[in-house]
């Protein structure tokens, strides 16, 4: 089993920056995909970004040049840097971990919410 513990999250005003946190509770970032996610209310879970074992990044368009995911090894910590944040930027942020090949992602975090005022 591995737990994951976002932390970070916060109210930020629209052009600021916010760094997300996620506290893994043993060492898995050389076997696993990790992903941040999040969700709006009334909408449905969205993917944000992924990094693999092997350091492959990918974005969504929606946040692509503004939002870089990364991780702290020794730490066991994923990280989610957001700059240039939008309204539409507002949502509880998950982070998740899979092993590759794996269709879904089987462990999940509580969230921390991002609140983007205008």
């Known amino acids: 089993q591995v737990q994951l513990v976002e932390s970070g999250g916060g109210l930020v005003q629209a052009g600021g920056s916010l760094r997300l946190s996620c506290a893994a509770s043993?060492?898995?970032?050389?076997?696993?995909?990790m992903a941040w996610y999040r969700q709006a209310p009334g909408k449905s879970r969205e993917w944000v970004a992924t990094?693999?074992?092997?350091?492959?990044?990918g974005y969504a368009d929606s946040v692509k040049g503004r939002f870089t995911i990364s991780r702290d090894n020794p730490k066991n910590t994923l990280y989610l840097q957001m700059n240039a944040l939008k309204p539409e930027d507002t949502a509880a942020y998950y982070c998740?971990?899979?092993?590759?090949?794996?269709?879904?992602?089987?462990?999940w975090g509580q969230g921390t919410q991002v609140t983007v005022s205008s």
């Open positions: 043993r060492s898995i970032f050389s076997t696993h995909t």
């Open positions: 990094i693999t074992s092997g350091d492959n990044t």
């Open positions: 998740a971990a899979k092993l590759p090949r794996t269709p879904s992602y089987n462990y």
